[in-house]
Antibody
Framework: EEQLVESGGDLVQPGGSLKLSCAAS????????IHWVRQAPGRGPEWVGR??????????TYAASVQGRFTISRDDSKNMAYLQMNSLKIEDTAVYYC?????????WGQGTTVTVSS | DIVMTQSPDSLAVSLGERVTISCKSS????????????LAWYRQKPGQPPKLLIY???TRKSGVPDRISGSGSGTDFTLTISNLQAEDVAIYYC?????????FGQGTRLEIK
């Protein structure tokens, strides 16, 4: 079964940092672009960013709202992707999903919750 | 950024009836080199991640029942659900993956009348 599992969500103070992990299984991770999507309470999904494959030079792209604060990375040897989040703001509070782009975002994790609050 | 606008925001339909949800993009999602529209539809139920239903605007993901269909091209797209079932109660989102940032519509909440 193709699967993504996120972890690392937590309660963090404004200005703090957090690193989320995404573990993949059941498919060839190294040839899959990985996207991060978040969803604030009661809101629709918001695209955060993506990392492409080695073939595409591991190109990374971010939403303007997180550019310069968030960094996506991957370790193909471990079938893992990561989202490093720095300078967190209250408005970053959301469930964070990692997801695979094939034709559309076809595999999603169950999400991990990040709460930014003092 | 490409803006995606769905209509209606919500609707209530009787079991067995047909539902249509509209999605409009602020620019064309049709990539001329391959003639594909970079438009997907998702369904989301409470406490669950979005689930892909349709990609390339009209291609049903494996396992999605054929009473769910997508159509449209360019900037205007439609999701149609025929013979509405109780399991269809959810929020539906369109999403463009033509250019980053990928953007989603605001969602359409579907309920049973």
């Amino acid at each position: 079964e193709e699967q993504l599992v996120e972890s690392g969500g937590d309660l963090v103070q404004p200005g703090g940092s957090l690193k989320l992990s995404c573990a993949a299984s059941g498919f060839t991770f190294s040839v899959s672009a990985i996207h991060w999507v978040r969803q604030a309470p009661g809101r629709g999904p918001e695209w955060v960013g993506r990392i492409r494959t080695r073939r595409n030079s591991y190109t990374k792209t971010y939403a303007a709202s997180v550019q310069g604060r968030f960094t996506i990375s991957r370790d193909d040897s471990k079938n893992m992707a990561y989202l490093q989040m720095n300078s967190l703001k209250i408005e970053d509070t959301a469930v964070y999903y990692c997801t695979r782009l094939q034709y559309g975002l076809d595999v999603w994790g169950q999400g991990t919750t990040v709460t930014v609050s003092s | 950024d490409i803006v995606m606008t769905q209509s209606p925001d919500s609707l209530a339909v009787s079991l067995g009836e047909r539902v249509t949800i509209s999605c409009k993009s602020s620019q064309s999602l049709l990539y001329s080199s391959n003639n594909n529209n970079y438009l997907a539809w998702y369904r989301q139920k409470p406490g669950q991640p979005p689930k892909l239903l349709i990609y390339w605007a009209s291609t049903r993901k494996s396992g999605v029942p054929d009473r769910i269909s997508g159509s449209g091209s360019g900037t205007d797209f439609t999701l149609t659900i025929s013979n509405l079932q109780a399991e269809d109660v959810a929020i539906y989102y369109c999403q463009q993956y033509y250019s980053t940032p990928d953007t989603f519509g605001q969602g359409t909440r579907l309920e049973i009348k």
